[in-house]
């Protein structure tokens, strides 16, 4: 499976779980894509710096070729979901720690 195949498995799954599984709803929250805002600049800051200096390379059998500050537009993808995945995942276990 190509790099672009996982980042996109990895999108879907972390989807699924705020929407369906976890039912937190991040996406449809202001909060989530304001608090995205911020972490994506300094993704797109770590990733320009690790790539352009040849520190992390990526073969380009594996990506689509697309990049963003240096780095391939899956990265953006890859971070994305683990963004959502964790926050949906603490907003879960929030919830079901509260005493009943």
Do not use: H
Not at 14 to 29: G, H, Y
Not at 41 to 57: A, D, K
């Amino acid at each position: 499976m190509s790099y672009t195949q996982l980042a996109i498995v990895a999108v879907a799954t972390a989807i699924s779980l705020d929407l369906f599984l976890f039912t937190t709803k991040l996406l449809k929250r202001k909060v989530f894509w304001s608090s995205y805002a911020i972490i994506l600049g300094f993704q797109l800051l770590t990733n320009w710096w690790l790539t352009s200096r040849n520190i992390v390379m990526y073969s380009p059998d594996t990506i689509i070729g697309i990049r963003i500050a240096s780095a391939p537009c899956e990265d953006l993808l890859f971070g994305f979901a683990l963004v959502l995945g964790v926050m949906s995942n603490w907003i879960r276990q929030d919830v079901s720690r509260k005493p009943r």
